[in-house]
């Protein structure tokens, strides 16, 4: 782990290497900054509990698509917070401060309306109490840790003063420049988050002020992710207890992450959030309100499947390959095309080098053969590693792969081993992104498995290494 030091360098660097490049163009801003609301909005309430999934998330913010089964609580949720990211703008480009009332009209559209939620009593005894929307707690807000133990914030009472002197700290930090603009955020965070001024919606307000702060200086967001939550409410204890480098450490590795995703982004390269290899479950199929009509297989279907949904997923799956291939001598993508005609079928095979690869190398029929690419019945896209050159004088191949099948009035995609998925679609669907990421991230784990597996063999049996 980076200095703070060092690491406040990496981050003036990459904000000059940004900063060169202004200004940027409108269009890709807008469809950059675009990604990181999304990010931004489904973590930030998918770390206080919001049950719908990054998919659905996507889904109702950009379609106005609300997910089966899901609260509609968690839905305004993120309608709440898709407007406070609009607000917010509006203040940035205003380069208007932060007062006080920006704060609580920030929280008014955050919340959208009042509600009921439970609460404890000071002495922890289970109770409710009405969220009130851009005004401060008028009950304690105190919350149980995980250890039982009371974890107690300002009492309504002091809350205005202690918000009255984090607003004047703020301004009187960002006018010095004393510390790192960072550092500013940082520490606003966890002021805010040890008042916890209002009723609900503290941790959301924190992370929307802190970007803000960021953001009118010209850094892009930061998003701290769900997988990170536990890490990220240690910072917050460790910065209760005194120490608040933990959060400024995690806040400024952040920063530096979002500068370097946002300055790819806006030089026109496809930017992808950070993220583990990690087993999630698919996004369900969203029921439509009304049934759509199928539009039967024709080449002009087939040629659009491939391009929005085969292509996609293959280049995901060839992103998340390409740091493996070093392993390997050889490392390719495969095809077999099985077309099927009324006298005859025949599977046409073909191959090429992985890293120059930005499509599956599908070989189509010759126009003089009896059938044509309109003929297709499946299609499987493999990857193949051979000659693992970690294992001294004995070596492996893995492979792994994914097929397609077209049927008249849909095609499903899917991989032949116990306990997977079949995603099936209609032509004029494409699949979603949560169905690409999973089908890749499973392709992706049997190459290692297979990897590890046969590493661990050679090693048991006393292969030279």
């Not at 918000?163 to 790192?180: C, D, F, G, N, P």
């Not at 992710?225 to 209760?240: F, I, K, M, S, V």
């Not at 995703?261 to 996004?283: M, N, Q, R, S």
């Not at 369900?284 to 297989?297: C, D, G, H, R, Y």
């Amino acid at each position: 782990m980076a200095g703070l030091p060092s690491l406040f360098q990496e981050i003036d660097k990459l904000k000059g290497e940004l900063d060169a490049l202004r200004p940027f163009d409108r269009e890709v801003e807008q469809r950059v900054l675009q990604k990181f609301r999304l990010w931004w909005t489904y973590h930030s309430n998918a770390i206080e509990g919001n049950k719908l999934t990054q998919g659905e998330t996507e889904m109702f913010l950009m379609e106005g698509l609300t997910a089966k089964g899901k609260p509609l609580k968690d839905h305004l949720d993120l309608k709440g917070h898709s407007d406070a990211i609009n607000y917010l703008l509006q203040l940035v480009r205003n380069k208007e401060p932060i007062t006080e009332v920006v704060i609580r009209e920030m929280h008014r559209v955050l919340l959208v309306e009042p509600y009921n939620v439970p609460a404890l009593t000071p002495d922890g005894q289970p109770t409710s109490k009405t969220v009130s929307i851009g005004e401060y707690k008028t009950q304690p807000n105190h919350v149980r840790t995980p250890t039982g133990e009371m974890h107690y914030y300002s009492t309504p009472l002091e809350t205005p003063a202690n918000m009255r002197e984090l607003v004047t700290w703020e301004r009187e930090a960002s006018e010095k420049r004393a510390i790192h603009v960072v550092e500013i955020a940082a520490y606003f965070h966890h002021r805010f988050t040890a008042i916890h001024p209002f009723d609900d919606g503290n941790g959301r307000m924190a992370r929307l002020l802190m970007n803000l702060l960021l953001m009118r200086e010209g850094y892009p967001p930061v998003v701290i992710r769900n997988g990170e939550r536990d890490a990220y409410l240690y910072a917050l204890r460790q910065a209760d207890a005194g120490n608040a480098n933990e959060l400024i450490q995690l806040v400024a590795e952040h920063v530096r992450d979002s500068l370097d995703l946002f300055t790819k982004g806006v030089k026109g390269e496809d930017i992808h959030e950070p993220t583990d290899l990690e087993k999630e479950i698919a996004l369900l199929k969203m029921e439509l309100s009304a049934v759509e009509e199928a539009e039967p297989f024709s080449i002009k279907a087939l040629d659009e499947v491939m391009e929005t949904s085969i292509v996609p997923l293959f280049l995901e799956i060839k992103r998340m390959l390409l740091p493996i291939s070093e392993w390997f001598v050889n490392a390719e993508v495969t095809t077999k095309s099985t077309y099927r005609s009324t006298y005859h079928s025949e599977t046409l095979e073909a191959s090429t080098d992985l890293s120059e690869a930005t499509s599956p190398p599908v070989k189509w029929p010759m126009f003089n053969r009896e059938y044509g690419k309109g003929d297709i019945e499946s299609l499987t896209v493999g990857f193949v590693f051979k000659n693992f050159r970690r294992s001294g004088l004995e070596t492996f191949d893995v492979s792994a792969s994914f097929h397609v099948h077209f049927e008249r009035l849909k095609y499903s995609v899917q991989r032949f081993r116990p306990n997977q998925p079949v995603w099936q679609h209609l032509y004029q669907e494409k699949l979603t992104k949560d169905e690409i990421g999973e089908m890749a991230r499973a392709v992706v784990r049997e190459i290692v498995d297979e990897v590890k597996s046969k590493n661990e063999r050679l090693t048991k049996n006393g292969g030279k290494r």
